[in-house]
């Protein structure tokens, strides 16, 4: 997942308004979003090669999500960053503890943004930060840096987030995750993958031959706990390949 742009509003009757684009590689097989036969609490896409997930609808109102950091020098990493998700969606520890165990064992994964939470509180950890933060209301974006850094893509999708909230529907947010206007050089950010590539990561939505946007993911959860999940899939160049609507 390397977009994530969320509306954070406790006390509102839509606490929680997510719109995401997960991008990867092409060649590495996944599922789409669907009810876990293992764990039928759980809604969300699959990773088959780890066997993990990027985002995703858990019991209890549970939800998480992540995004990559971006470091082309970080070296490999023991585990999945998928599992991640995974664990926090099939397990019931409440949320503190279950930070407090990804604080513990960070180093086993390559850089991360983690996002969890559920309908009455938002938490969010960056492992290369010293800690997880509880969020306040508001607009965020997350993507391949920091909450809210300044990249691009991220200050227009969360603009384009703002102007759908008074009446947020799955199709205003799948629209807004469809952009694929890349940004200007002089915009680019450098995190050491070249000029080339930071201009084809730079689009809210990303289209290639063998990486681009494989899922975009539009959520509104209701304030009695209930929620509405919409996903569409892409392949190379940004074909479309189908919709997914869950209710819960």
């Known amino acids: 997942m390397c977009l994530i742009v969320f509306a954070w509003r406790p006390g509102h009757a839509q606490p929680l308004i997510v719109a995401a684009n997960r991008d990867e590689f092409y060649a590495r097989p996944s599922l789409p979003l669907a009810k876990w036969p293992e764990a039928p609490q759980v809604?969300?896409?699959r990773d088959l090669e780890a066997g993990g997930t990027w985002l995703g609808i858990g019991a209890d109102g549970r939800f998480a999500a992540l995004t990559?950091?971006?470091n082309p020098h970080q070296p490999p990493a023991r585990k999945?960053?998928?599992e991640l998700v995974a664990r926090f969606l099939t397990g019931n520890l409440p949320i503190a503890e279950y930070l407090a165990d990804v604080v513990d064992r960070s180093l086993e994964y390559a850089g991360f943004n983690l996002l969890i939470g559920n309908r009455h509180e938002l938490w969010h950890y960056n492992a290369r930060?010293?800690?997880?933060v509880k969020l306040q209301s508001g607009i965020h974006g997350l993507s391949n840096a920091g909450l809210d850094t300044p990249w691009p893509k991220v200050l227009k999708a969360k603009a384009a987030l703002s102007e759908v909230l008074a009446d947020p529907?799955?199709?205003a947010l799948l629209a807004l995750l469809g952009d694929p206007q890349t940004a200007s050089f002089a915009d680019l950010p450098d995190t050491g993958v070249g000029l080339a590539t930071e201009s084809l990561l730079s689009s809210v939505f990303i289209a290639s031959p063998m990486y681009g946007t494989r899922a975009s993911t539009a959520l509104i959860v209701q304030a009695d706990g209930t929620r509405l999940m919409v996903e569409r899939s892409f392949g190379p160049y940004g074909g479309h390949?189908?919709?997914?609507?869950?209710?819960?």
Not at 129 to 132: L, M, Q, S, V
Not at 241 to 248: A, H, P, T
């Open 241 to 248: 390949l189908g919709e997914v609507e869950v209710r819960d």
């Open 68 to 70: 990559n950091i971006r």
């Open 169 to 171: 529907q799955p199709q």
């Open 43 to 45: 809604y969300a896409g």
């Open 80 to 82: 999945s960053r998928g």
């Open 129 to 132: 930060e010293p800690g997880p």
